[in-house]
């Protein structure tokens, strides 16, 4: 109850942010936190999400004359230089840079978006001070320095000397109080919401507060406990059904007692499946796991992929996919439902043909979008896997936070939205 309690006064809050509408820029140095953490491979970007989800806010601040700086980060290079350095491996830190960002950004605004070398320092101010109203810079990677992590206060301030308005459009990272999430709002007023901010605040947050019913929740993933939280307050606000699936599906088996063969178990979360299972009972939620499943022999893998059904699991197998009944039961289940959420694939995604059941929940989410349903769809593996069936313009709302939209489902406060100004 005080959880429950405790989301309503943060819906409130966070329904009532400003945005960068709501403030004159024409002129200024508008610092607008981005997500650009995308996937890229040999050089090529993999999925441009995050960069079309950011395109309404840059546009906006492009249109309204502001002299935009963009700044994100992509990945963790000071995390893996260390791990390369105890290891004595080769680190290539030009792979952590967000010049093929800029390049990207600029085809899609049809105009250069220039590219600064370093986020803080002299030459970046110079480069600040030479824009003319409407131009664009992106900032190099924000994480190739420890006080973006660590939120540095003289690193945020140093950031601060870039700008004249804050604006955040980084969903994706607003669970984090970062230098640029958070403490560089101590040092720039005003401090407001980007577009896509907004656009996910208002998905996220009514349909968790006054959800049309039947209300659906699916979640998949690796591990109970990344989504402990998210289950106990979906179970909470007394989602209609709640359907898991993914790697996390098999603690719940194994704490029934059912053998599930060398598949990916937390056995210290035995205790609270079964926790999770009765209060799902208690308030009247149907919780459905998967019937059947695609394994491997554990000896044989790359020769001995079979669908059966859970029960005839024996030790020697391995699941990585929910099975072609478990895809029609979890279909069926969204029939009639009128809000969705997704998070987490169904089995071991990146590896084909265990994508399958993950794009079958893709296309099943997408025909209830179809049939009138409000459909969130959020986590890398369920956007990519509703990206790869072409299906995302057939999606209410695709959300560009991980652990954010886990964190904001949760009911948790998010440090990047709390540090904005209130309307």
């Known amino acids: 109850m005080i959880k429950s309690l405790l989301f309503q006064c943060l819906f409130f809050i966070y329904m009532n942010k400003q945005t960068i509408k709501d403030i004159d820029i024409k002129g200024k140095r508008v610092f607008i936190r981005v997500d650009f953490n995308v996937p890229i491979k040999n050089g090529v970007i993999e999925d441009d999400t995050r960069i079309k989800g950011a395109l309404p806010t840059v546009e906006y601040a492009v249109e309204q004359g502001a002299k935009v700086i963009l700044a994100s980060h992509l990945g963790r290079p000071l995390k893996d230089r260390k791990k ?10 030009s792979k952590y840079s967000l010049k093929i960002v800029a390049e990207n950004l600029s085809e899609k605004l049809g105009k250069e978006v220039k590219f600064a070398s370093d986020c803080i320092g002299e030459e970046v101010k110079q480069i600040v001070a030479s824009l003319n109203d409407g131009d664009v810079v992106l900032l190099e990677n924000l994480r190739l320095h420890a006080g ?3 939120n540095d206060e003289d690193f945020s301030r140093q950031l601060s000397e870039l700008a004249d308005v804050y604006v955040n459009d980084a969903f994706g990272t607003a669970h984090r109080a970062h230098a640029s999430t958070a403490g560089i709002t101590k040092f720039v007023q005003p401090a407001v919401a980007g577009l896509l901010m907004e656009k ?15 209300f659906v929740a699916i979640l998949g993933g690796a591990k109970v406990s990344d989504k ?31 053998t599930v063969g060398k598949s ?23 919780l459905l796991l998967p019937t059947d499943h695609q394994v491997v022999d554990s000896y044989d893998p790359l020769n001995s992929r079979k669908t059966i059904p859970i029960e005839f699991t024996n030790t020697g197998l391995v699941g990585l996919d929910i099975g072609v ?19 987490g694939p169904m089995g071991m995604f990146e590896e084909k043909p265990f994508d399958e059941g993950t ?65």
């Open 84 to 93: 390369a350095e105890e290891k004595g491996l080769p680190y290539d830190e």
């Open 148 to 150: 973006e992590e660590k």
């Open 200 to 214: 996910e605040l208002n998905f996220l947050g009514k349909a968790l507060h006054n959800p049309e019913r039947p």
């Open 228 to 258: 402990i939280p998210v289950i106990k307050s979906l179970i909470e606000r007394k989602v209609d059904k709640l359907l898991i699936g993914g790697a996390m599906a098999y603690t719940f088996f194994k704490a029934n007692g059912m």
């Open 264 to 286: 990916l178990v937390e056995d210290e979360m035995m205790p609270t499946a079964l926790e999770i299972v009765k209060q799902a009972d208690e308030a009247g939620v149907q």
């Open 325 to 343: 009944e478990t895809a029609a039961t979890f279909a069926h289940a969204l029939e009639g439902a009128k809000t969705i959420i997704w998070n």
């Open 359 to 423: 794009i079958a929940i893709a296309e099943a989410v997408a025909d209830a979008t179809g049939k009138g349903a409000t459909s969130i769809v959020g986590g890398g593996d369920s956007v990519a896997a509703v990206n790869q069936a072409g299906l995302d313009d057939k999606i209410s709302h695709i959300s560009t936070g991980g652990g954010a939209t886990l964190e904001f489902l949760a009911g948790d406060e998010l440090p990047g939205v709390a540090a904005l100004n209130d309307k």
